[in-house]
């Protein structure tokens, strides 16, 4: 349908600025045209982007992308418990160094939430693209929602095909953009385009390029301190990306032969074209962020510009914003698909009425940053640090005997991450994981990397992940952190304790028989005993395929009774820190020794690590506590 006048619009749009290339548009030569359905074409597209990881949850219009996956050579397909834990296994395949592919329909996206919001600050590694496949007209859903808003809610790029071979090509262009931005990348569809079959040249590969690991807490990690960094280059990566699509070939202006234009992006252009075939056109297919030069120039070719859009006023609402008139809701239905019919029925009034007085777009600019409270010279920095004796930091000591990816949770925990212990390459967000080790794993086919998640938080949302490595036959080591308690928000219960919140005592839920009901091999140790864990992780570390240790011991704060009480020997001290690198903020370094605080509850790790046996403890018996 857009082939007749593509040339003509390409000459008249060719932008001042240069445009950046598309990916490969070069035919295949050997091949011949496959008639493709969306669904398939983007499966295709993503083999040939050099895509080594599909996954997802099913649900109509978008089950067919990791089916076609599936059968598809050098691509690994999986079917993952649910859309959330899709999304975290296939950002735990890109850290690890693999393009990933994942595919939803619109209601999944509210389950993935969750990760999809905070993705969107950590990046990505290798190309992350979420397939969000929505069904106007709730052909097979229980709701009706226009996911165009989640990608300017997360602030992340939106490519939108309108026919089967943009749903080929655009996976490519949507995976460089992807590792160009460090963003993951929405490809929006919806039922008409992800079911309907159309020509799909296939073109020539584009090899995926290298990208190893690397370790970056900064990035990966999202305590706060992280974050707001995070955050204010999401903001500056918006404005550049809006760059990017006022050059962008996909954004296309096509010129007609009416003094009447036409916004519109994937399906609903293609009802557009058919119903007003005369118009000027600017067709959208990296549709968020909107470019606004591109829109201003529409209108200083056309008396009368229109949005034609299924669902929401989603671009519409951006043109009044930029001061514009424009037709759109007030005429065409805002609830089920349209068709051409209905496009031409709603518009063609709007023709004959007298053009409203042009007006000036008023470009938005670039959004104001907060500056930071300024933080006077000479005041102590005070990091936030894991309690002095808390037994989190026992299995943090252990596992950095390994060299596992540890990929981590949000809880008191996470604060292993920062220095001095930097024992954490990841926190996404609650129930992370273990999703992302499974991914990294698979990804790399080894046993590559472990999960470290709270009690409270294993049973918020790890447990779907844990059986979902089960179902797709992932190793990993998990690592749960019972402290009994939800620590970080405060000693809530959880179903681990039983504890409800008028301190009543209800029944528990065992973490071990879980874990074993569900077929996961799993050990039980007391965090405190450090020989016991270490002896425990190393089993796991060094064996085969999927296992949980559950490291036990209650939250520091709510122990009363003190193991006893490290004493330094001034002699033997020679101040080297070793044992500051556990990162107990109840030691310091004296002026002829190390100090200890009264904060020291005797958990002896310290010791340990100390080679000139500067380091005793006394337990609480011999000094009579
Ligand atoms: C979706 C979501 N809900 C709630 C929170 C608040 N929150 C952060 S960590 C956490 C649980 C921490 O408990 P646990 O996993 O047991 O770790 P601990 O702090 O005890 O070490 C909660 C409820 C959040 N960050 N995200």
Redesign the pocket.
Known sequence: MRSHCAARAMAWSSPCRRAPPLIGYTLCPVERALFLSGNEAIARGAQRAGVRFVCGYPGTPSTEIVETAASLEGVHAEWCVNEKVALETAVGASLAGVRSLVAMKHVGLNVAA?PFMTLSLTGVNAGVVLVSADDPGMHSSQNEQDNRAFAKFAKIPMLEPADSQEAYDFVAEAFALSEEFDTPVMLRTTTRLSHGRGRALPRVPVPAPELPYERDIAKYVMVPQNARRRNRLVLERLQKLRRRAEESPLNVLEAGTVDFGIIASGVAYQYAREAFPKAWYLKLGLSHPLPYEKVARLYQSVARVAVVEELDPFIEEQVRALGLPVMGKEVIPADGELDPETVFRALEPFLARRPPRRRRPVTPSAPRLATPPEVPAGLPVRPPVLCPGCA?RSVYAALQRHSLAPLG?????TLGALPPLRALDSCL??GASIGMMSGFNQALRRKAAAAV??????F?SGVTPLIDAVYNQSEGLVLV?D?R?????GHQG?PGTGLRPDRSQGPAVDVQRLCEGIGVRCATVDATDHKALDAAIRAEAETPGLGVVVALAP?VLMVRERAGRVVVDEERCNRCGLCLDVGCPALAPGEVAMTLTDACTGCGLCVEVCRRGALTLEPAESRGA
């Open positions: 969750d989190h949770d949000i809880g008191c925990y967000c609650m998640i709270g009690d409270s938080t294993f918020h952190l402290n308690t939800t620590a970080m928000t959880h939250c």
